[in-house]
């Protein structure tokens, strides 16, 4: 039952040692200390109680015992001498030599029991001294404890202190880096925008290209065909003759003619056309 409970106390106080600070937790544990230096104390109590209870039960087991074993002697020795006639006298000589030997065992007995109790007592002494000296040894160990304990709460708050400006840089490094991711952020966002707007400027242009390209083609066949035709024309000039001044006012004169009937012609077709 003590095991259950202290294992009971300690599932309890491992739930509540959780979200503690260091100090709060050094209390609590010294506090469960306390407790079961105490429930360990009650325990040697109820065993020391157990054991004179067994020492007594002991003690009592012999005196009946030896109780038993003279009433029996007395019987056999005394008793059945003296219940036949014939042993009444020996019978009531044996009683005070009986008598006797029983008081001479009771003084030996007395004797041996004093000689032990004598013994026991200088057991007891000693038991008390160690026991002294083990609880000055128990209460140096537990100031010794109780100082490391505290030293260890020291470092314990150190560290913490420690953490806690650890965390407060890594706070502020946060905040910086955060500013600094953001920033970067839009520069990104930004070049994204720049990226597309380029890469639509890069479509745009390489349509372009490509349509000065089939204009480029275009123009150079037609360069081709204006060369060919220059070629032509520089062959035909080449070969060209200026005609006499004669057959030119003949020509001259033969176009005018032309001109003249055409004109005629196109006058009889208009009316014929009325008509």
Same mark, same amino acid.
């Given at each position: 039952?003590?095991?259950?409970?202290?294992?009971?106390?300690?599932?309890?106080? *491992?739930?509540?040692?959780?979200?503690? *600070?260091?100090?709060?937790?050094?209390?609590?544990?010294?506090?469960?200390?306390?407790?079961?230096?105490?429930?360990?104390?009650?325990?040697?109590?109820?065993?020391?109680?157990?054991?004179? @209870?067994?020492?007594?039960?002991?003690?009592?087991?012999?005196?009946? *015992?030896?109780? /038993?074993?003279?009433?029996?002697?007395?019987?056999?020795?005394? !008793?059945?001498?003296?219940?036949?006639?014939?042993?009444?006298?020996?019978?009531?000589?044996?009683?005070?030599?009986?008598?006797?030997? /029983?008081?001479?065992?009771?003084?030996?007995?007395?004797?041996?029991?004093?000689?032990?109790?004598?013994?026991?007592?200088?057991?007891?002494?000693?038991?008390?001294?160690?026991?002294?000296?083990?609880?000055?040894?128990?209460? *140096?160990?537990?100031?010794?404890?109780?100082?490391? @304990?505290?030293?260890?709460?020291?470092?314990?708050?150190?560290?913490?202190?420690?953490?806690?400006?650890? @965390?407060?840089?890594?706070?502020?490094? @946060?905040?910086?880096?955060?500013?600094?991711?953001?920033?970067?952020?839009?520069?990104?966002?930004?070049?994204?925008?720049?990226?597309?707007?380029?890469?639509?400027?890069?479509?745009?242009?390489?349509?372009?290209?490509?349509?000065?390209?089939?204009?480029?083609?275009?123009?150079?066949?037609?360069?081709?065909?204006?060369?060919?035709?220059?070629?032509?024309?520089?062959?035909?000039?080449?070969?060209?003759?200026?005609?006499?001044?004669?057959?030119?006012?003949?020509?001259?004169?033969?176009? !005018?003619?032309? #001109?003249?009937?055409?004109?005629?012609? #196109?006058?009889?077709?208009?009316?014929?056309?009325?008509?």
């Amino acid at each position: 039952q003590t095991h259950d409970r202290c294992k009971s106390k300690l599932h309890s106080a *491992t739930d509540c040692f959780v979200g503690l *600070t260091v100090e709060q937790k050094w209390e609590m544990a010294e506090q469960e200390l306390a407790d079961m230096e105490d429930e360990v104390q009650r325990m040697e109590d109820l065993e020391q109680i157990l054991q004179n @209870l067994e020492a007594d039960v002991e003690e009592a087991d012999v005196w009946w *015992t030896d109780m /038993k074993k003279a009433s029996s002697d007395f019987e056999k020795d005394i !008793t059945s001498t003296i219940s036949s006639r014939k042993g009444s006298i020996t019978g009531s000589e044996k009683l005070p030599r009986y008598m006797e030997e /029983k008081n001479h065992q009771g003084d030996l007995l007395r004797e041996r029991l004093r000689l032990e109790n004598c013994l026991l007592k200088d057991y007891k002494k000693k038991l008390q001294q160690q026991l002294r000296q083990k609880e000055q040894m128990e209460e *140096t160990l537990h100031e010794i404890h109780l100082q490391q @304990l505290q030293f260890r709460n020291a470092q314990y708050r150190e560290k913490v202190n420690e953490k806690n400006q650890e @965390l407060l840089q890594l706070k502020a490094t @946060l905040g910086k880096t955060t500013q600094v991711l953001n920033f970067y952020k839009r520069r990104l966002q930004e070049a994204m925008e720049m990226s597309a707007s380029l890469t639509k400027d890069i479509s745009r242009r390489k349509e372009l290209l490509e349509k000065i390209e089939r204009e480029s083609a275009l123009v150079e066949e037609q360069r081709a065909e204006a060369e060919r035709v220059n070629r032509q024309l520089r062959k035909q000039l080449s070969d060209y003759s200026i005609p006499s001044v004669q057959s030119y006012i003949q020509k001259k004169m033969a176009i !005018t003619d032309l #001109e003249n009937s055409i004109k005629v012609w #196109e006058r009889k077709v208009a009316a014929a056309k009325v008509s």
